[in-house]
């Protein structure tokens, strides 16, 4: 295995960090101050700064070079350490144009979407000019497993009719979000569990579309983004949204998660890295008890423990991305799986760490620290929650070792 970065990636990499260190960590409370001012429309602020980085080059970066045309060339192991550099500041993401669940949906489109569907949305998400939302968890099923999903989309005559109720669909609530991708059975008695689903492109101005609430993570409401409560009443949509076709939403789903699971993980590692930075820094600068924290053996186990453990994920996430780009995600579901239950653990332990080291202010609006700890800790149900990827992975271990 060698995952030393080509020197492509090390020019990216450094161009990255400046802007970050010119546009981005200065703007932190700028941002936060906008996003009060108006709540779910996207800030002034973050489309000055996309068009600074697409200016700068470092737009779409997340799209690997199986994508052709529309990627920037880079493989999946080039863009864990750009993913990795982003994930130290809750937003940075968005300024590059790589931020779920767009990333995941121009995923979809590029890889399943007819001419048509590419034209009309994924365009100008590749551009920037909208947002999206992908609408498939329930509150009334464990959609943990697919299948589950309630969400009916019947045909009747040149149109799709769905109903059904959706929660925690990020995205959503942002005025600049124009189309959801949404899952629902198609053929609920189809004797094939993994046949039933499809999904269908709706755009969020649809009659029927009701976004009910911003639910919260933990007292956060993630806004402009926001997590909707969305009920579909009797909605409307041409048959040539569908995506790929009838039965095939499954299918789709599994494609559309193995990216976006380990770039959660590569995101999750630079918050822990962030985390780390800033545990060093009050430890040198803090004093209690009469001398700096530094000099408290517990402390410095801290530091030493969260770098251990940091340096294990980042070894992990690029293994698997290495697996990714030679054998794609089917090949590397196992890796996948293993970054996906380390990851958001690893960070939280890190997080937690340095939140007891600030004392108080750890748990303040004062640092990134809080926010971030409620994000990672939403990230071990994300995608999969934990238990789900350990049993689906102790499984296929097991079936293995038999034969």
Not at 90 to 112: H, I, Q, R
Not at 166 to 180: D, H, P, T, V, W
Request: glycine residues 8%; hydrophobic residues 40%; negative net charge.
């Amino acid at each position: 295995m060698d995952f030393s970065y080509s020197d492509n990636v090390m020019e990216l990499l450094e161009r990255l960090r400046g802007f970050m260190d010119e546009h981005i960590f200065p703007n932190e409370a700028l941002m936060h101050e906008q996003v009060e001012q108006e709540r779910w429309s996207t800030p002034p602020l973050m489309e000055e700064l996309k068009a600074l980085a697409r200016e700068a080059g470092l737009w779409n970066l997340f799209l690997p070079r199986s994508y052709g045309e529309y990627s920037p060339g880079l493989s999946n192991l080039d863009y864990a350490p750009l993913a990795e550099e982003m994930g130290r500041v809750v937003w940075a993401s968005e300024v590059f144009n790589c931020a779920a669940p767009d990333t995941g949906n121009m995923e979809v489109l590029a890889k399943y979407g007819n001419e048509s569907q590419r034209q009309q949305w994924l365009e100008p998400l590749l551009a920037g000019e909208i947002r999206s939302a992908f609408a498939m968890t329930e509150p009334a099923v464990a959609s943990s497993d697919a299948t589950n999903i309630e969400t009916r989309i019947e045909r009747d005559g040149d149109e799709y009719v769905i109903n059904g109720r959706k929660f925690y669909i990020s995205g959503a609530c942002r005025k600049q979000c124009e189309i959801l991708i949404v899952m629902g059975k198609t053929d609920p008695q189809n004797p094939s569990r993994h046949l039933q689903q499809s999904q269908v492109l709706v755009p969020k101005s649809t009659p029927g579309v009701n976004i009910v609430r911003a639910m919260q993570v933990f007292g956060y409401d993630d806004a402009p983004e926001g997590h909707a409560e969305v009920v579909f009443d009797n909605v409307r949509v041409p048959v040539e949204n569908i995506i790929l076709g009838e039965g095939r939403g499954f299918e789709i789903a599994q494609g559309r998660l193995g990216p976006g699971r380990i770039h959660h993980c590569m995101r999750a590692i630079g918050a822990a890295q962030r985390a780390l930075e800033m545990m060093i820094d009050r430890a040198n600068q803090r004093v209690a008890f009469g001398e700096p924290l530094i000099k408290k053996q517990s402390v410095r186990e801290d530091i030493a423990l969260s770098a251990c453990e940091i340096e294990q994920a980042r070894l992990l996430t690029l293994k698997a991305a290495q697996r990714m780009d030679e054998e794609g995600a089917k090949g590397a579901k196992d890796l996948i799986a293993m970054i996906k239950i380390v990851a958001p653990n690893m960070a939280l332990r890190v997080l937690d760490r340095a939140i007891q080291i600030h004392g108080a202010t750890g748990v303040s609006q004062d640092t990134f620290l809080a926010n971030m700890y409620a994000m990672m800790r939403t990230l071990r149900l994300a995608d999969g929650p934990d238990e789900v990827h350990m049993m689906q992975l102790g499984r296929d271990m097991a079936r293995r070792a038999q034969g």
